[in-house]
């Protein structure tokens, strides 16, 4: 899959996907310290899903309707091999192009414009 990591959410995570195979570009790197509108615009044009911190994309992608390919919200902590095994198990058992994940340790929330999906791991 193709990613956009956030600077929010460390580089070392843009390295641990590139090694489990995946084209991701890390936000320090290639447009450091832009807003998060540029954030989702770059995402989009890229067709990238956005991985951040910030809980600022769900206004953005909700309430602003910018559109986007879609984002992972971490709400884990910030041990980068822990966020990992979140992720692959995520992209193991889920769709997740084109919908807002909110993806925790145990549980994950997968929201469409039409309907929240939760589950437990």
């Known amino acids: 899959m ?5 600077e929010c959410t460390g580089k070392k995570l843009t390295r641990l996907l590139e090694k489990e195979g995946h084209d991701v570009l890390f936000v320090g790197d290639v447009m450091p310290s832009a807003l998060d509108d540029e954030i989702i615009r770059k995402a989009e044009e890229d067709d990238r899903i956005l991985i951040t911190d910030d809980k600022d994309f769900g206004e953005l992608v909700f309430r602003l309707g910018e559109p986007t390919n879609g984002v992972i919200l971490l709400r884990i902590s910030v041990n980068p091999e822990k966020r990992l095994k979140a992720l692959v198990r995520l992209l193991k058992n889920y769709e ?19 309907s929240i999906h939760s589950n437990l791991f």
């Open 2 to 6: 193709r990613f956009l990591v956030d």
């Open 96 to 114: 997740i192009a084109g919908k807002f994940v909110v993806l925790k340790e145990v549980s994950v929330r997968i929201r469409t414009i039409h």
